[in-house]
């Protein structure tokens, strides 16, 4: 059966690298072994794939946040992850 992350995963690493300068960090095991909306699209062979901005938290903090930057970079991200897609990406 065909990996059907393999399409998205490089205009993914593209799109990060070109944003953020070094490759994603690997997710850990606890962020992806649970049931996310991805699996029934992945189940029928259409293409999808995780990818966010990064959760962090404060020394002593029991909740996890974002950081507005962060926010905005998975805006562009999931932006030129579509154009390079369509084949419009152009660097």
């Given at each position: 059966?065909?990996?059907?992350?393999?399409?998205?995963?490089?205009?993914?690493?593209?799109?990060?690298?070109?944003?953020?300068?070094?490759?994603?960090?690997?997710?850990?095991?606890?962020?992806?072994?649970?049931?996310?909306?991805?699996?029934?699209?992945?189940?029928?062979?259409?293409p999808?794939?995780?990818?966010?901005?990064?959760?962090?938290?404060?020394?002593?903090?029991?909740?996890?946040?974002?950081?507005?930057?962060?926010?905005?970079?998975?805006?562009?991200?999931?932006?030129?992850?579509?154009?390079?897609?369509?084949?419009a990406r152009?660097?």
């Amino acid at each position: 059966e065909e990996n059907t992350v393999v399409p998205l995963a490089n205009p993914i690493r593209n799109a990060h690298l070109l944003l953020r300068g070094p490759p994603p960090p690997p997710v850990s095991t606890a962020e992806t072994s649970m049931w996310r909306d991805i699996n029934i699209f992945n189940e029928l062979g259409i293409p999808a794939a995780t990818f966010g901005m990064p959760r962090k938290s404060a020394p002593d903090a029991v909740e996890r946040f974002v950081e507005i930057k962060d926010i905005v970079d998975a805006a562009k991200t999931y932006a030129l992850v579509a154009l390079e897609i369509c084949g419009a990406r152009k660097d």
